[in-house]
């Protein structure tokens, strides 16, 4: 009597759902965990099949309970497959099921204990997630460490290379200050005699020097005006500011309105002479391209002895644009020649000539920016010919 009453409230008070089926698969008791949890008033699911708690999309359960029935034996269910209780009010609940058979004089009969895992199955979908949240952080985090390690690879091969050119470009930096410090100071230091001149002159009515000095106050502020496109230009390169933008113009005007405008660079009779060949339309960025002939016209008049020519030939093909700039001045050295379009960089035998070392690498820039390619031939005091091409 005493183990029947165990078991008894053993069965009645349990947390687990039990439950107990006959043999034709009908539920002939159940504890009051199990009618919670699939939300059944007491005794209500006595003598009903136990298909009743199963989601009707497991159909063929009817035909394993039978298998089932034909070799019991105790055994845990949903270890390879999960398992769903349904709910009276149609809601279908994760479960996990443990199975014991026993028969005695009035039949077989089986055992159910119903654990809900709603609970479980939500976590582990949380750590599912943050797993899959986790290896996915790791791997873009080992993604950016071999970038990482990519780029330092580069870095270290581009600070190998820097430090052997360390004593070079120190010595470029100095020259640079002291060009710039120069080439500003003294524009402004001619601008300001030649003003007190003026004004003297003008007093004394003498305007051949009047007009003279005149004429040296509109080059220094060309000079001035020039450092600062130069470093105008740098900068827009540098910030990404500018924009390939090729319409098609009339190329061989266009070059030539560029030449009338840099007439009045040229110096103790300088002449540029314009050379065109093949098709007078073209498609190029005119801004890049008067940028283009703008440093090359000047530094060819900047570097061309007294009464020397510089030859600006232009050939329009259908599939290139190609542009020569040739003079007859001091010429680049093959020392110098390898340094020529980098920034700042000056050739030795030009730093008594004003400039900013800048044009030619704003110059490569451009023929970048246009697809399309710069190259040279120099001799040292027999002229150099620059020769840009652009793809149409």
Avoid: W
Wanted: charged share 25%; aromatic share 6%; with cysteine.
């Amino acid at each position: 009597m005493q183990t029947k009453e165990g078991i008894d409230a053993l069965f009645l008070y349990a947390t687990e759902g039990i439950l107990i089926t006959n043999e034709n698969g009908e539920i002939i008791r159940i504890n009051p965990s199990a009618e919670r949890l699939f939300k059944y008033e007491p005794d209500e699911l006595l003598g009903k099949k136990i298909e009743v708690l199963i989601p009707k999309r497991f159909s063929a359960h009817e035909n394993h309970r039978e298998k089932y029935n034909d070799h019991p034996h105790a055994r845990s269910m949903g270890a390879d497959i999960e398992l769903f209780g349904l709910k009276k009010d149609g809601i279908e609940i994760p479960v996990e099921i443990s199975l014991s058979p026993y028969s005695n004089s009035e039949g077989k009969f089986v055992v159910a204990f119903i654990i809900d895992i709603t609970l479980r199955k939500q976590t582990e979908e949380r750590m599912k997630n943050y797993s899959a949240e986790l290896e996915n952080q790791v791997k873009n985090r080992t993604m950016i460490l071999e970038e990482a390690i990519q780029e330092l690879e580069k870095t270290k091969k581009d600070l190998h290379h820097a430090l052997n050119k360390e004593k070079d470009l120190s010595e470029l930096k100095s020259r640079f200050v002291s060009m710039a410090s120069h080439e500003f100071r003294t524009p402004l230091t001619t601008m300001m005699s030649s003003l007190s001149l003026v004004t003297k002159y003008g007093e004394q009515n003498d305007k051949e020097n009047q007009s003279k000095h005149v004429a040296k106050i509109k080059t220094s502020i060309n000079n001035l005006t020039d450092i600062l496109n130069d470093f105008l230009s740098v900068s827009k390169l540098e910030e990404g500011k500018v924009e390939n933008m090729p319409v098609e113009i009339n190329v061989k005007n266009y070059i030539s309105d560029v030449i009338s405008e840099m007439k009045s660079m040229a110096v103790n009779g300088q002449k540029l002479l314009q050379i065109h060949t093949g098709n007078d339309i073209g498609t190029v960025d005119k801004k890049f391209l008067k940028n283009v002939l703008f440093n090359l016209i000047s530094n060819a008049i900047k570097f061309s002895p007294e009464n020397g020519s510089i030859d600006i030939s232009c050939h329009v093909a259908h599939s290139t644009l190609k542009i020569s700039v040739k003079d007859n001045g001091i010429g680049i050295s093959k020392a110098d020649q390898k340094h020529l379009f980098e920034r700042f960089f000056r050739g030795r035998n030009a730093t008594h000539i004003q400039g900013t070392g800048l044009g030619l690498n704003i110059v490569a820039k451009y023929a970048e920016l246009m697809n399309g390619s710069i190259d040279f031939e120099s001799e040292e005091n027999k002229g150099t010919t620059f020769t840009i091409i652009i793809p149409q």
